[in-house]
């Protein structure tokens, strides 16, 4: 078997809540800072995977620092909202029943640069957290993205981890700490270089493991 574990992103590898958060933070802007633009799906397709205050300093346009965190808890908070009471299946095909047959053969872990609290509703929504062995986020500890992979990989002892994410910010967190990386190229970003292997859909992943 080429990798003992598989580490996974979450925003264009997992599922697709574009539209959904566009709602809600295009509600908390219209009601808290409406001089603010307005977001769309695909701005945010071009955001995600960033960290948090680099997306804030990218889409909160004229706000101070201290506005640009308030924004974005109200932001934040109101996309969990809209996300738990979602019915529409935003998960990307296979990707459930793919984790749970990975999670037989490897550890599965997932590690993201999105907020506190985002990790757990992913996995309550695709009641996938049994399978789950352990998960890190930047705004668990305002780490970026290689540090926080590099952590998860440090406290599992993990030896030959893949990473598994759709942008080239994935690729490049995952190059400086080595790790090989598979590309989802059904996801957001396009144009990656330098990725290990590329997937079309979520269940090649398990080509990989015996």
């Not at 996309?79 to 009471?85: D, N």
């Not at 996938?128 to 599992?156: H, M, P, W």
């Not at 190059?175 to 292997?197: C, L, M, N, R």
Request: aromatic share 12%; hydrophobic share 35%.
């Amino acid at each position: 078997m080429l990798f003992d574990s598989i580490i996974l992103d979450v925003d264009g590898t997992i599922w697709n809540t574009t539209e959904i958060v566009a709602q809600a933070w295009n509600k908390a802007i219209e009601e808290n800072f409406p001089k603010v633009p307005r977001v769309s799906a695909q701005i945010l397709q071009g955001q995600f995977g960033k960290p948090m205050n680099v997306i804030a300093d990218n889409l909160f346009i004229g706000l101070s620092d201290s506005q640009k965190q308030s924004l974005s808890k109200i932001c934040f908070d109101l996309e969990h909202i809209y996300i738990e009471s979602n019915t529409k299946n935003i998960t990307y095909p296979g990707v459930c029943e793919t984790i749970a047959q990975l999670s037989k053969k490897v550890p599965v872990f997932i590690v993201s640069n999105c907020q506190s609290g985002y990790i757990e509703l992913v996995c309550r929504k695709n009641n996938i957290a049994s399978y789950i062995t352990d998960f890190e986020c930047y705004g668990n500890n305002g780490l970026f993205k290689d540090k926080n992979i590099q952590l998860v990989v440090d406290r599992n002892n993990l030896k030959k981890p893949v990473y598994v994410g759709d942008t080239q910010g994935d690729y490049d967190s995952c190059a400086s700490i080595s790790i090989p990386f598979i590309h989802a190229a059904y996801g957001f970003g396009k144009d990656i270089k330098g990725q290990y292997q590329s997937i079309e859909k979520f269940s090649d992943l398990l080509n990989f493991f015996n």
